[in-house]
């Protein structure tokens, strides 16, 4: 278990780490199901649109965890709302042992009315696939400070 979070930091820190000269942040924390998280976000890396996420949470069963998403912007028409829709998937594990893929559906909402755009509020939902428990699912209200 001890290897796979090392690889999974590794993973993030070299693939991305040239970008991160380049490139916009963002940190913040969210809850939902299965629990709470905290997580730092690089924009952009190597391909226009696609974000690298990596998340430390504690889950509600009382394990903690690590995981690494690709998040990839759309182009979705939101009138004249600042929110910003995205696609992606992830990998994760927790010190119970469990190895987690997942893929998810959400929005960031920006709030640029009221003066305050470094600040994002999102929302994001999508299956799981759990190698010690099978099929689940995952959904998290977070906010985003973007620097």
């Known amino acids: 278990m001890r290897n796979l979070m090392l ?47 990596v998340n430390i949470g504690y889950a509600y069963d009382g394990d903690f965890s690590v995981g690494l998403d690709g998040l990839y912007g ?10 910003d829709v995205y696609v992606g998937g992830g990998v994760g594990a927790d ?7 997942k893929a998810l559906v959400g929005g960031e909402y920006r709030l ?4 305050v755009p470094a600040l994002g509020v999102f929302l994001e939902i999508g299956p799981t696939y759990d190698f010690t428990d099978g099929v689940g699912a995952d959904g998290r209200l977070g906010v985003n400070y973007h620097f």
């Open 95 to 101: 010190f119970g042992g469990s190895f987690i893929v």
């Open 112 to 115: 640029v009315e009221i003066d």
């Open 7 to 53: 690889g999974l930091l590794a993973a993030l820190v070299l693939g991305s780490g040239a970008a991160f000269a380049q490139n916009g942040f963002w940190a913040g924390a969210s809850a939902g199901y299965p629990g709470a998280a905290l997580h730092f976000g690089v924009e952009d890396v190597g391909v226009q649109g696609l974000d690298a996420r």
């Open 74 to 83: 759309l182009n979705v028409d939101t009138s004249d709302l600042p929110i």
